[in-house]
Every structure is written in structure tokens, then in C-alpha cells.
């Protein structure tokens, strides 16, 4: 029986235009309503999660807010803070000065504030509208003086691919670099992901993996996808996600979470 639906939102819940299509929403308010835990699972930050489930009306009880890839995971309800994983304050300083070195776009979300050197970089508007944050410079992001959950940075897929083996060596046994898109990476401490933070949850509430039905469709999902007992790709997936999930729905613009669901239930 399944108890829990963790969710990836970008290229999962979400169609092409950031909408939850109609079958979707009927599907996962009908299993909610019969006692099914949802989990949103994502990259966005705690204060970004929270504005998509109020904007997209998705019940507040029995919804759990996984952000910042598995850093945080709070329940929508309370607003209280189960987990959280923070960066080494040593570790980001380090990663902070060495990023800075190249022609990139280094951004630095805390709370409802997104911290970047020049507000007009690489991919700075589209992470502060997303996600409802306000934009704050700071010329050298390494006097920064809290420990971040998550590290992103931006640029042209071609420089991003050309300065990527020199960004990622001198840290590559301490942190999780994750290519969520051509143009962006998204940088967590070691051992932090959605899989690991969805287990610590399904184990505080005694619901077995077998009893987790999961949803994803890139490499940021990989390891929820593994450990969920049905782990589900959409249509529009990376091959990765495909490989390893029990079972491949329609994409994200043609129902697959609301098809899937209701040929399961």
C-alpha cells in the first residue's frame, strides 16, 4: 500500500509552462485526500517551495517541502524544519574564492534573499523570479556570514562545459556537484540528495521504501527514483532516469503523474 508520492516539480508536476495539468492535480488531491503523504522534492529553497504550494492552491496538511536537493525538509503545514544540512562554513568560503576565479555566475540563496556579485548575471533573473527572491549584491561572496545550504552557479553551457573539470577537482570528495541544467550547477555538501533526505523522512514516520511511490525526470531525482519501492520516470526523462525506474509514464505536458496514478490506484 502505498502511504507516501514524492514529487520532483521542474519537468515532473510541472508542464512546459509551470502549470500542474488538470488530471495531475485530480489525481494527487484524490490520493491526498485518502491519507497519502506528498512530498514536493526539489532544488528550489524552503521560502520558494512554499510560494509554489500556495500559489498552486496543493493542500498544507499532509504536504512535506523537500528543497535545496534534500539540504531541508519541513513540513508545509507548521512551517517547522525537520532536517537541514548546511555547508562547512570553512568548505564554502573555499569553494566560494575558487569559483570566483572563473567567468561564471555564482549565486548564493539563503531564505527569501539570493546573494550574487552582479545582479545582472548569467541566469540572476531567472533564479530570483522563480523562486520569488530578492536580489542582493555582494562584491566578494566569500564574506558571506552564514553557512549556506546550497551553492549555484550559471554561465554559458559552453564556458560552464570548457572551466568544469577545474571547478570540481579540488572539492570533488567533499561536495555533490550536480549539472541540473546545460547552464547551471547546483553544489551540495557530500551525501546530501533527495534520496537520502526522503529516507531520513520515510524512516522518521515508520513508512517502509516499498510504500514510497516516486516521480522524476532528471539526474537530481536519480537517487529517489532508486530508492522509492515504484520509482517513476516521465516521458521527457534523461536516459539515466529511465534506466534505473521501475516504470516510465507519459511527460510532463501530457498528464504522466495523473495517468500513471490512476491506472495504480
Not at 517541502?65 to 503545514?77: H, R, S
Not at 552557479?153 to 555533490?176: G, N, Y
Amino acid at each position: 500500500m502505498i502511504k507516501l508520492i514524492a514529487l520532483d516539480i521542474d519537468g515532473t508536476l510541472y508542464n512546459q509552462h509551470d502549470e500542474i495539468m488538470p488530471l495531475t492535480r485530480s489525481a494527487l488531491l484524490r490520493a491526498h485526500k485518502n491519507g497519502v503523504i506528498l512530498v514536493l522534492a526539489s532544488g528550489r529553497s524552503l521560502h520558494g517551495l512554499r510560494n509554489l504550494i500556495l500559489k498552486q492552491r496543493i493542500p498544507l496538511d499532509k504536504t512535506i517541502l523537500l528543497c535545496y536537493n534534500g539540504g531541508v525538509v519541513a513540513d508545509a503545514e507548521s512551517n517547522e524544519i525537520l532536517f537541514e544540512d548546511l555547508f562547512d562554513e570553512d568548505l564554502s568560503k573555499r569553494i566560494i574564492t575558487h569559483a570566483q576565479q572563473f567567468p561564471l555566475t555564482l549565486m548564493v540563496p539563503c531564505k527569501d534573499v539570493l546573494w550574487v556579485q552582479d545582479p545582472n548575471g548569467f541566469n540572476v533573473a531567472y533564479a530570483s523570479s522563480s523562486e520569488n527572491h530578492t536580489v542582493k549584491v555582494m562584491p566578494d561572496l566569500s564574506l558571506i556570514d552564514f553557512c549556506p545550504n546550497k551553492l549555484m552557479i550559471s554561465a554559458d553551457p559552453k564556458v560552464l562545459d570548457q572551466v568544469m573539470d577545474q571547478l570540481i577537482e579540488p572539492f570533488k570528495r567533499e561536495v555533490h556537484f550536480l549539472k541540473s541544467r546545460p547552464d547551471f550547477i547546483e553544489i551540495n555538501p557530500k551525501g546530501v540528495d533527495k534520496g537520502s533526505a526522503l529516507r531520513k523522512y520515510c524512516d522518521l514516520m515508520k513508512i517502509g521504501a516499498s510504500e514510497v511511490l516516486a516521480f522524476g525526470d532528471s539526474y537530481n531525482d536519480l537517487t529517489m527514483i532508486e530508492y522509492a519501492g515504484i520509482g517513476v520516470a516521465m516521458g521527457n526523462a534523461v536516459d539515466e532516469v529511465k534506466a534505473i525506474a521501475d516504470a516510465v509514464t507519459l511527460s510532463n505536458n501530457e498528464d504522466g503523474i495523473g495517468h500513471f496514478l490512476n491506472d495504480y490506484f
